[in-house]
C-alpha cells in the first residue's frame, strides 16, 4: 500500500528470505565486502511504495523511498533494485510462499539465492560509519565488491576529507581505493588538489577501524594548492601523512607573483619548502639540458607606487 512502510530482508548468502522482524542485530559489516562475507548476515529492504518480486527474471524492486541496510551500512534511493541467482547446491529456483502467508512471514523454498548486483537510482546516498557518498545512481557489483556512482552532484565525504567530481565515482572495497573522474576535487582541511582523475588510497586505523585517505594519486591538469603557494604538473602524487606533493611533466610553482617552471617539483605543503628539478630523477637527458626557469618580482614599499622606481637616495656629504 502507498504510504505504508514494506521490509524484507534478503539474505545474501546461502539463506532463503527471512522475517524482516527476526534478522539478526547489526554487526561491523558492510555493503561493500558483503560479496566475501559466509556468515549469512541479510541485507534488510524497506520501501514506501512497495516491492515488486520478478521471479522469472530473477529480481526484487523496491520503489519509493527504498532503504538497504547490512550492518551499520545503509544505502537509500527513489528505487533500489536488486538481482539474485540461485546458489551452487539450489536445485531449483525459489518457489513464492503459500498463499496463506505472507512473504515478511514466510521464507522463500525451493532452495538458497544470493543477490550478486544492487543498482540504486534517483537521490542515491550511501552511508558507512565513517564515510558517506551522495550520486544520482549507483550501481554495486557484489562478485567484484565494485561500486560505480554517477550523477551532476558527485561527493564522497568522510571526517577529514571531501572528494567531489563532474563524470563519476568508483569505490574498489578490496584495494580500499576510490577514483573520481571529471574535474576531481579533493579537500583535506586547507589544503586541495584538483585533476582529471583522482585515485585515492584509503588505510584503515587498526585500533579505532576510522577509514582515512593517506594517499592521493593525480593524473591530468594536476594543481595542488595550500593558502601560501600553488602548484601545477601533468601528474602527480599527494602524501596526505607528510603533505609532500610530488609532480612531474609541465610543473610550476607559483607563490604571490613569484613562478618557477621545470619538469618535477617536490612540494612540501607543511613547510612551504619547494625543489624544482628541470627532470625527474634518473631521467637520461639527450642533446642540451633543459633547463629550470622563474620569474621573481620584488617587493615594493607599502607607500611605493608600482609604476615608479625607488626613488634614489641623496649623496652624502664629507
Known sequence: MKGSAVALAFMVLSAPLAKAADAPPPQQQGLAGAAAQSNGQPIHIEADTGIEWQQQNHVYIARGNATATRGDDTVKADTLTAFYRLTANAQTPPSPPPSTKSSAEQPLGGGPTEIYR?????????????QT?????????????????????????????????????????????????????????????????????????????????????????VVVSSPDQIARGDDGVYDLATGIATLEGHVSLTRGQNELRGRYAVVDLNTNVSRLLSEPPGTKVTGPPPRVVGLIVPRRKPDQPADQPPPQQPDQKP
Open 133 to 221: 557518498l551522495t550520486a544520482d545512481n549507483a550501481v554495486y557489483d557484489l562478485d567484484q565488491a565494485l561500486l560505480v556512482a554517477t550523477g551532476t552532484d558527485l561527493k564522497l565525504t568522510t571526517p577529514r576529507d571531501t572528494i567531489t567530481a563532474r563524470d563519476s565515482m568508483e569505490w574498489y572495497d578490496r584495494q580500499q581505493m576510490g577514483v573520481a573522474r571529471g574535474n576531481a576535487i579533493a579537500v583535506s582541511g586547507d589544503r586541495r588538489v584538483s585533476a582529471d582523475v583522482l585515485t585515492a588510497h584509503v588505510t584503515k586505523d587498526p585500533t579505532t577501524g576510522t577509514s582515512r585517505i593517506s594517499r592521493i594519486d593525480a593524473n591530468g591538469n
Open 118 to 130: 544492487l543498482e540504486a537510482d534517483g537521490h542515491v546516498i550511501f552511508t558507512t560509519p565513517t
